[in-house]
Every structure is written in structure tokens, then in C-alpha cells.
């Protein structure tokens, strides 16, 4: 299938059009020319090159975002709120194109696509009124004493991103930062540019130039962001390697505050008295298949299911697996798209195989729908694996597909052992209608971010983030906004005596 047949009218539109950076307000090529390669990961067909930026376009943008950054914090939180109203009502106008972007260029279903521009307008108007009263604190201290403390923004802040909510995140994740006062070099994921560069063009006519700043490239543009000197404050959603690596290289620059959103292998706990049918829609809803394929961090890729109902349960969610239409992202029928690229799809693919090999059940999926051939796009049905050990590789390791693995327990001291056993801890979720146990289990949970009868939803102005090897800091939240400012703590000593 060809991604400029009727079906795919952005494909025309995405061939035809220049995909530049944007830098001081300006869009513009690589300095020195580089380019990367998109590809539809519905047909595997080249889409189209954008701008790859090098450390020369890093230096620029920083010097761009420092010249405008001391305006923009100026203007204040009320300033800045009139801002993002223009920018909500900019990206309303453009909402089905950044949509349609996201389907042919990173694979997500239409309709979910829509849904992320959706969760990002909310998000754009949410901010504003979340931290528009907040404040820092006075200290008690004796007469005459004034003990306050203040926020004030980093100045310029790097962002670089996962793949998998490409102009959600490039919205959402930028937002926090914004809002406070700091101006943003944003750097999505390589495999996904053209909703993020869709974006700067609509920010552009926003934004004062140089406060959002748009640059596409991989991990040579992200590790200039990253060890620039100036840039004291990097926001990273991605996978632990990167995490890790990026700690480090931030600390060969200058002192960084440094905050990570990585990976999970996130425990779903069900209790035998769980309402069952909630536990299987959520079971498959958690997973996101329908969103990014189960390309998603906090998904429910872990589930304990007490031995009393494991059976029924594996094969009830096995049936909602097999009742889903893999398809391209944009075609009408769909309910899951394909992974984002070849070598993502052949990961996932080694992932099935080590299953197998190692001795996990297969129940369904594992393999490509109807028949089809790998150079028809990156397509897997939705996968599970039953029986599956802790020892297992489907068990252990953060597969980032639509693959779930599932054992049975029966003593909850054993399962509390058993989902914490990992180096993760993201998200988790506990099933069962006993308060008691809900409460005392998801107390227990080494997660950021636990669910009780409930999972994959995200409840924003609660923060969202990993303990453990998931990450550090946390987001969607008032704690976000701290994040992004300099705490100052002032002590003012009143001499005269006043009256
Ligand atoms: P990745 O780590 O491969 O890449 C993430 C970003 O880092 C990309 O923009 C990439 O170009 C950049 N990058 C790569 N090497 C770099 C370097 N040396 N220096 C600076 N930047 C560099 O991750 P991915 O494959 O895009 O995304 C999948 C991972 O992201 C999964 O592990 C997933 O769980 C995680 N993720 C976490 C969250 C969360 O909120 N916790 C959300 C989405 C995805």
C-alpha cells in the first residue's frame, strides 16, 4: 500500500512540503546541510528527509533562546497564559494535520492520534490555571526577621524525546518548562520528526522568536543539547541506556539538573475477588495497543493473576486480543497500528522468539497478520505469553511492543516478591475490591505511580514519574513546574522599628 493512495492524503501533503527547524523564529536547514530519512511504518516506504541538526544548530538555538528568555520570564505567569491560549487556539486549527501526521510518520491510529491532540489542548489550558497562584513560602522567624523563599526559571531548557506520542509529547513535555519562564530547544525522537517540525511552524507565529526552538536529529543533536555548557537544566523522556548515558554526559558539561522518564516492566496484580470483567478491560486497554502498538512506558506488561481465576482470565483477555484488526494507521477499520520501524520490529520480534525458546506459552499473536510480509510495514497481532517465569526474558526486560506476559500466583507475599523484582519501577496496578489489601499492596509497590482497580490512565495534575531505574523527578504536576525553576531563599533583617 502506498502512502499517497486516497486512503493517506497526508502522504501527498508530507511529499510536498519543506520540513525545516526552527531556530530564533527562523526555519531553516541543518548549518551544515544533514538531513534524516522518515519512513511510513504502515507500508515501510520512505516518506521524506527533514533537517538533521548538528552542535553548530545547538550553539545556535541556545544563543537564540538566551536572547529571549530574560522577556519571556519577564512577562510573567499572566503573560505567558495569554500565550498558551494563542497556542491552544493555533494548534486547534491545525489539530487533524498534526493528527494525520502522527499516523503516517510514527504509526498511530487516527483516532488515537486525535485523542493525544486532544489530551494536549486540555494540558495547554490546565497549566495556566494549575500554577497561576503558586507561590514560594514564608519561614517563621523572630520579629523583625523575614525568612522567603522564590522560583525563578533555568533560562534556557533542553528537551529531547521518545518516539511513541510524538506531537503529544512534543507539546506536553514542553509545556511545564514554558510556563515557568524558561525558553525550550525541544528534540523529538529521530524515527518521528514531522508533527514536532509541524509544530515549530505553528509555534512560530506564537511564540516571541527564539522561546520554543524545534531541531530534528538524533544522538549527536541530543548529546550537544545535553553537554552544551549554558544549558543547566535537561528534561529526557526515553529508554534507561540513553538515561544513563545522558547523566553522565550532562555531568562532563557543568553541574545539570537532570530529570528521566524511562522504561517499565510494570506489574498488574490480580486479586481473586477483582471484578473480573474490569480487570480484563483494563488488563488490554493498559497496554495501549490501540494507541502506539504497546509501545508505551507505563503499560501493564507484567500481570500476576491469583490461581483461582488465572485460566479464565488468560483466555478472556487472549479472545479481546484476537478480536483486534492490525492495519494501517490510517486506514478506517483499525485498532492497532504497527511498530515504528524495521529495527524496532525486529527487536520485538527477537523478544517472541527468546519466549518461545525459553519455554513460555504462547496463546496467541506472536506473528504477523494474515499472512502478511515484513516489507509491508511493521505489523505484529497482539501477543501473549502465559506461564512465563521470572527468569524469562519476556519477563524481565521491557519489550516495548504489544506483548504481555502472564503467570499465576497464589501467596501475596510471593506476588509483592515477585513484581518488585526488577531494576524498573514505573508504574503497577492492584486488582481486588478488599480496601485493605489494596491500600497495604500498592503501599509495597516499588513503583512511582500505582493503580488500584484501574491502570494506564493518566490523572494529570498528580505526578507521574519512576522510582528506581524508570527515572528521576516527576512530571505532570506541580512538582514538574518546581522542577524547571531555581529555588532562591531570601532572609531580610527589618533594623528600623517601624509602626
Ligand atoms: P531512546 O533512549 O532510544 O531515545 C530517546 C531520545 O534520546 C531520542 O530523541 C534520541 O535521539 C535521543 N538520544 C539517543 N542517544 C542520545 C544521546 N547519547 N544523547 C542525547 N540524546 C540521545 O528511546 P526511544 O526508543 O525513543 O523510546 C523508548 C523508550 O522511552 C522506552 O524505554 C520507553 O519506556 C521510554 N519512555 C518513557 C516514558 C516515560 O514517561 N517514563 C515515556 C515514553 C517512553
Redo the contacts with the bound molecule.
Sequence with gaps: MSATTAADPIGTYVRGHAFKLLIGGELCDAADGATLQTVDPSTGEALTSVPSAGAQDVARAYEAAAAAQPDWEDIGVEGRSEVFSRLAAAIQANEERLAALDAVDGGLPLAAARVDIKISLANIRDWPTLVRWHGGRTIPASPGNLHYTSYRPYGVVGK??????PAM?AITRTLAALIAGNAVIL?????VPLSALALGEIARDVFPPGVFNVLT???E???A??THPAIKRIG????????L??QQ?AATAAVKHVSL????KNPMIVFPDADLDAAVDGAVSGMNFGVCAG????SNSRNYVHGEIYDDFVSRVAERLEAMRVAPAYADDVDMGPLVTRE?YQRVMGFVRSGNEEGARLVTGGDRPNGSTEDGGFFLRPTLFADVSPAMRVGRE?I?GPVMAMASWDQTEEVIAAANDTELG?TASVWTQDLTTAHRVASRLQAGYVWVNDTGRHYWGTP???AKN??LGR?ESTEEYESYMELKAVHVILRGRGG
Excluded: M, W
Excluded at 529526557?236 to 538515561?243: A, D, E, I, L, M
Excluded at 522518564?261 to 517499565?264: A, C, F, I, K, R
Design positions: 529531547i524525546l521518545a518516539y511513541n506520542h509529547f528534540k523529538p525522537a529521530p524515527q536529529g538524533g544522538a543533536a541530543g548529546d543539547i545535553v529526557f523522556t526515553g529508554s534507561v541506556p540513553t538515561g548515558k545522558i554526559r522518564e524511562l522504561g517499565g509501545q508505551s512506558c507505563g524496532h521491557e516495548f514505573l507521574f514519574g519512576g524508570s527515572g512530571e
